[in-house]
């Protein structure tokens, strides 16, 4: 199999809520409301987020360009979120 012209990268788009477990503020969304949410996050807008489900297997691909001596693996984070809940993911990075 050819390799792409131009294409030396893995890229990988991931969800906010893969990389990190937003469970806790989501059900806040949907107990108490939007305002309620909001608040939650910047009350806690330095407290880093715990890690989600794909949050070991990033940080793994990501360190292949450590062990490469070379940027192969390039991450995307995409995301939905309100701006509170993304200054709170990008604390968290």
């Given at each position: ?32 409301g ?31 360009n ?16 309100s ?8 604390n968290s990075?």
């Amino acid at each position: 199999m050819q390799q792409a012209k131009g294409v030396d990268k893995l890229v990988i788009a991931i969800s906010s809520r893969a990389l990190f477990n937003l469970q806790e503020s989501h059900s806040v969304y949907e107990e108490e409301g939007l305002a309620a949410y909001q608040q939650y996050q910047i009350d806690r807008e330095d407290q880093p987020l715990e890690a989600g489900d794909a949050f070991s297997l990033v940080k793994k691909l990501l360190h292949l360009n450590v062990l490469l001596d070379k940027s192969r693996v390039e991450v995307i984070l995409l995301s939905r979120n309100s701006a509170d809940t993304g200054l709170r993911v990008f604390n968290s990075i």
